[in-house]
Every structure is written in structure tokens, then in C-alpha cells.
């Protein structure tokens, strides 16, 4: 009998041992790594071109996260042209990965669909440091139905559109750009650059600005008046503005000021080829400093408008968990710290110290060959922008004026507001396709606009326009109203 009561007791006991080894291997799972408490790899995908030396500075990126969380990362980038059709593949198909890069339409409707996670519980456990560090507007600006679904770079939140001059033909000709603010004030100097510089193109290849809030983008008929009529969402094709400003660019067109194929053509103007006077982008503070750097001759503008905050630009860069996420936790330690921890983020973005870049004595930097031939990673896509080191050329208050700018900027009238294309998803098939027919001919002036522009909203009106424009302004009605 003694013996069977030791026997028993003895089994008891391992039975108890290892019950209480498989919870600790549930524990090590969820709150020190992956399984039995190894790390847990982090599967993150990122627009841009692969780079050679990627797997080389990774292998030091996990050192560092290994102490720090318990984790690594596996990082896979996706080329430019490739992005917008694989990231979408991946993730209608289901696949198991942690984070992704993301932004505007594509962040909207994949968090709509459920593609990815809310992550509010996580900010506020896992990542409240990097909560802490973010503009609040940049949360505010992406959250969808009151949640975010999202972490955004803490960068510029707002845009300014601007005229981008090549400063060498404007001091050539003693031209006062300070003196443009519309369209039709280039004129003279477009004429004078025709007239003089031949192997110039006076206007490099552009669509006209117009001063709108679009709930979509320039092309589509949906937008808000920024300066007038800030409560009602119109057709702006059916405007005075945009009439005038089309036939601005079309005679332009007509004076031989653009390319022919303005149109059509997938030339982006690369700012290391000078052959162009006038350019037109968005822009953030000392961008002139950053542009003349890559084209290695200088550049000048001047503002188009004011810095406004937009949904597009609060959400132009931004990473999010994946719903398939085997540990969304961990996820938003890596995001966290990413955010956070200057020495992380300057790793993954500029590579390592004395191969890709050199540290001068003052803390400022200086690439070497190395980064350009073997890690260029694109800056905007990887997080928090402020706690990146200066280039040696850099203005010292960089930082301190884009947080400025962020300051000064006005909300556009649909920030935070995020439409539902579900209830007329059929008739925004058909008004995409009628744009892409119509809109770039007419926004580079290379069609008469009193001429497309009517046969242009004739379509739009037989394709259910106006069907689409009640249900976005029933929608910002609701949105506004909870606003209050």
C-alpha cells in the first residue's frame, strides 16, 4: 500500500510539472516571443526597390530586438511597380504576416473590409510611448468609424502645392516669382523661356492645381470647396474655377509651353534632368534644400496655397498590423520601439555606421557609396521622422520648422472623414472609367475645355454622379454631426 501511494504521488506530481510547462509555453507565446520563448519573427512588408545589403543590416536590427523585445524581423520589400497589385494579392488571399505599409484609398477600404487590426487597446498598452511621440492629428486624421487602424510616420501632416522654378533660368532672366500666385501669372516668363531657351520645356508636365478638398482625388467629380462652401460636397468639373483654369492650361498648351503628348506621357520630370522651367508638386519646409541636393543644380518655389492638413497627406504613410497576425502585440513592440528608439530607426533607414554612412563629430551625417549602391530605402515609408540624424547640410531647426508647419497648417474640410463606397460601388467603376478618359487631357490643356468639358459631365451625369454625391453628403452630414 505504501508503495502504491508513493507511485501515485509521483504521478501526480508529473502530471503537475507538465501541465505547468505547457502554460509557461502558452505564456512565452503571447508575452516573450514565439514558441518555447524563442523570439518571434516578424513578417513585414514595405514598398521600394530590394536592396543587396538588406539581409547585412538586418542581421543587425535583430541583434538589437532580440535584447530589447525578444523578436527579429523579416522585411520584404516590394518593388514600385509591383506594390499596388502584390500587397493587395496578399492580403485578399489571407496570407499570415505581421505589418504592412499602406496609405490613402488602400488604407481606408482594407480597414474597412477588416484587413487589418484597430490597434486603439494595443497604443495604449504595447505602443504608448509611440502614442505619445505622434502628432495627435495624425491619429485624429486616420481614424475610420472612431478607430485607428494604423501607425502613421510622424512626418509633414499637412501639404502645400507649390510652384518649383530651376533658379538658374530665373536668375538668367531676372524673373520676380515672388509676384506668382495664380496660373496666369506665369505667362511672361513661360513666353520668355519659349522664345530663348530651346532645349527648355517651359512647363514640365503637370495637371492643373485647383484649390478643392477631394473625398477621393483630383480626377474624380467629388469634392469641398477649402475656401467657400466647406458643408457641401460638389461636381467641381461643373465649376467656374475649374473652366477657367483648364482653359488657362490650354492655351498654354496651345503656345507650345507643354510637351504634345502631355497627356499620355509617363515622363516624371526627374529633377536630375534639366530640361524643364517650371514644375508643380507638394512640399513641406526646406524641400527646396532636398531637391536641389538630388538634382544637383538649385531649385526656388513658391506657394500655390497655404499648408493645409488633408486626409492624404495625415495618411500618406503608414503601417499597419495585419488581422492574420499570429502576435499583433509583439507587432506593436517592434512599431513601438521603431518610433521611439532613434538608434533603430536611424539603423533601418540609413543602414550602419561606417558602411553605408559616416557620423561627424557634431551628430550630424554624411552618406558614403555604399547606401546609394546597397540600402536606399525610400525615408517616408518607415516611421518617425523627428528622431532621424541630420545630414551634415542640413538645417539644424529641420525638425523644429516641420513641426511649425504641422502647427500652422488649417484642416481641410473632410479630415477624419473617411467615405463608404459600398451603397455605390457600381457607379464608381463606371465614373473612374469615364475619368480616366476625359481628366488628363483636359487637366495638361491638351483639349479645349469648352469643348470636353460639357461632353465630360454629360457622362458623369448619365453614369450616376449625382447618386454618388448624395450618399457622400448623407455620410459627411452623420459624420459631422458626431463631430459636436
Known sequence: MKKRLMLLLALVLTIGTILSACSGKDSADSDTGGKDGQPYEIKWYTIGTPQKDTDKVFEEVNKYLKKEINATVKMTQIDWGDWAQKSQVMINSGEPFDIIFTNGTDYVQNSQKGAFLAIDDLLNKEGKELKEAIDPVLLEGIRIDGKVYGVPANKEAARQTVYTFNKRLVDKYNFDISKVQRLEDLEPMLKVIKENEPSITPMATFKAY?????????????????????????????????????????????????????????????????????????????????????????????????????????????????????????????????????????????????????????????????????????????????????????????????????????????????FNSDPVRSELASLTNISKEFYPALATGSVDPEEYLPKYNKKLKEAGVDKVLKEIQTQFDKWKSEQK
Not at 340 to 362: A, I, M, Q, S
Not at 373 to 393: K, M
Open 210 to 418: 485647383l484649390p478643392f478638398d477631394y473625398v477621393f482625388n483630383g480626377e474624380m467629380p467629388f469634392a469641398f470647396e477649402i475656401d467657400g462652401d466647406r458643408e457641401h460636397v460638389i461636381n467641381q468639373f461643373e465649376s467656374d474655377l475649374t473652366m477657367q483654369t483648364y482653359k488657362t492650361m490650354h492655351n498654354y498648351y496651345k503656345a507650345g509651353y507643354l510637351k504634345e503628348d502631355a497627356a499620355t506621357s509617363k515622363d516624371n520630370w526627374p529633377m536630375d534632368v534639366e530640361n524643364w522651367f517650371v514644375r508643380m508638386g507638394d512640399s513641406q519646409p526646406y524641400a527646396d534644400a532636398l531637391w536641389t541636393r538630388s538634382a544637383k543644380y538649385e531649385v526656388v518655389s513658391v506657394p500655390a496655397e497655404e499648408p493645409t492638413t488633408f486626409n492624404d497627406s495625415v495618411s500618406g504613410s503608414i503601417q499597419a498590423i495585419s488581422a492574420t497576425s499570429d502576435n499583433p502585440e509583439k507587432a506593436m513592440e517592434f512599431l513601438n520601439l521603431l518610433n521611439t528608439d532613434p538608434y533603430l530607426r536611424n539603423l533601418v533607414d540609413k543602414g550602419l555606421e561606417g558602411v553605408h554612412y559616416e557620423k561627424n563629430e557634431d551628430g550630424t551625417i554624411k552618406d558614403l557609396p555604399a547606401r546609394i549602391d546597397g540600402y536606399n530605402l525610400p525615408t517616408y515609408s518607415l516611421g518617425n521622422h523627428f528622431i532621424l540624424n541630420l545630414y551634415e547640410n542640413d538645417p539644424k531647426d529641420k525638425w523644429e520648422k516641420f513641426k511649425e508647419f504641422n502647427e500652422a497648417a488649417k484642416p481641410a474640410p473632410t479630415l477624419g472623414f473617411h
